[in-house]
């Protein structure tokens, strides 16, 4: 089993649409990053969470560290969301070690 | 801010070559990292760093080489190159304190092809 798992593994939005992608970890952490890669791009950080929820935007992210699940939502998605959401989580031991999800491939259709 | 400075940007290496990719940041981050993403693998850790002098390995760290002999850099040394090591390869920088973690920033990537 991985130690991160997204889901769902890719996804297809109408224009408009409430859309959430999901990450779920098996290892203590001390942090869990949210990241979007662009097709044939560089990879930039949307959001670094240790507790409660972060809001930029049409983006939100929440992460319940009981549970060991975050989730990353995009409210009124529009075509320019298209690309892959990559979950990654630091370790709280292992010389705060990160971890990464495969990515969702997530696209908007206008 | 020049930020993750990653280079070269694109090289093709024969089988048996070697050579370094270089990483730079001017954040003075501790933590330093490369990654290798491959379709349908995500991106898979080589080697990190949490500081001048100490490396260790991640989950492929197998025919590369790295060192960090200052703050600002971090190279990747592939000592041999094979095939299987065709990706694109990403260095990642951040602030890290024992319980506290910063922002990721990202180079923007080196596509390497080995023939």
């Known amino acids: 089993k991985n130690e991160v798992e997204q889901s769902p593994q890719n996804l297809t939005a109408q224009e408009g649409e409430f859309i959430t992608i999901n990450c779920s970890y098996s290892?203590?952490?001390?942090?869990l990053h949210w990241l979007q890669q662009h097709p044939g791009g560089g990879i930039v950080s949307l959001f670094m969470?240790?507790?409660g929820k972060k809001k930029h935007g049409r983006l939100i992210a929440t992460i319940n560290i009981q549970e060991k699940h975050s989730s990353l939502h995009i409210t009124a998605s529009h075509p320019r969301d298209s690309a892959v959401y990559i979950c990654a989580v630091r370790s709280a031991v292992a010389n705060s070690k990160l971890t990464f999800g495969k990515g969702i491939t997530l696209s908007v259709r206008p | 801010n020049a930020g993750v400075t990653q280079t070269p940007k694109f090289q093709v290496l024969k089988t048996g070559q070697s050579m370094t990719l270089q990483c730079a940041q001017d954040m003075n981050h501790e933590y330093m990292s490369w990654y290798r993403q491959d379709p349908g693998m995500g991106l898979r850790l080589i080697h990190y760093?949490?500081?001048?002098?100490?490396?260790d390995q991640g989950e492929v760290p197998n025919g590369y080489n790295v060192s960090r002999s200052t703050t600002e850099d971090f190279p990747l040394r592939l000592l041999s190159a094979a095939p299987s090591q065709t990706s694109v390869y990403f260095c990642?920088?951040?602030?890290?304190?024992?319980?506290?973690?910063?922002?990721?920033?990202f180079g923007e990537g080196s596509r390497l092809t080995v023939l």
């Open positions: 290892v203590g952490i001390s942090a």
């Open positions: 969470l240790s507790s």
């Open positions: 760093s949490v500081g001048a002098g100490i490396t």
């Open positions: 990642a920088s951040s602030y890290v304190l024992v319980g506290f973690a910063g922002e990721l920033f």
